[in-house]
Nanobody, 118 residues
């Protein structure tokens, strides 16, 4: 069973920065994708950024140039560096771990609140 532990959320002023981290533990396949999704009140959950263990990364258009996703060499930790934060970035951010081959696996973290407000 894979468990995800997130950290790094909080309150920040517009223009500020935060760094989120998420570590997966348990029976982990190295062929995986880890990423961050967010859900604002009254809105559906959306992809923010994902990073594949082979290297490729994808970003939502709304965060390109402001957010950077990175992985550790063990492929079990993912980071999200968020710069130039805007009030529209306020949401609960969820970490996701998904395998890319059998045995198929898909897990979510508990979520961490990010609030951008003056």
């Amino acid at each position: 069973q894979v468990q995800l532990v997130e950290s790094g959320g909080g309150l920040v002023q517009p223009g500020g920065s935060l760094r989120l981290s998420c570590t997966a533990s348990g029976s982990i396949s190295n062929n995986n994708v880890m990423g961050w999704y967010r859900q604002a009140p009254g809105k559906e959950r959306e992809m923010v950024a994902v990073a594949f263990s082979g290297g490729p990364k994808n970003y939502a258009d709304s965060v390109k140039g402001r957010f950077t996703i990175s992985r550790d060499r063990g492929w079990n930790t993912v980071y999200l560096q968020m710069n130039s934060l805007e009030p529209e970035d306020t949401a609960v951010y969820y970490c996701n771990f998904r395998t890319l081959s059998s045995p198929w696996d898909d897990h979510w973290g508990q979520g961490t609140q990010v609030t951008v407000s003056s």
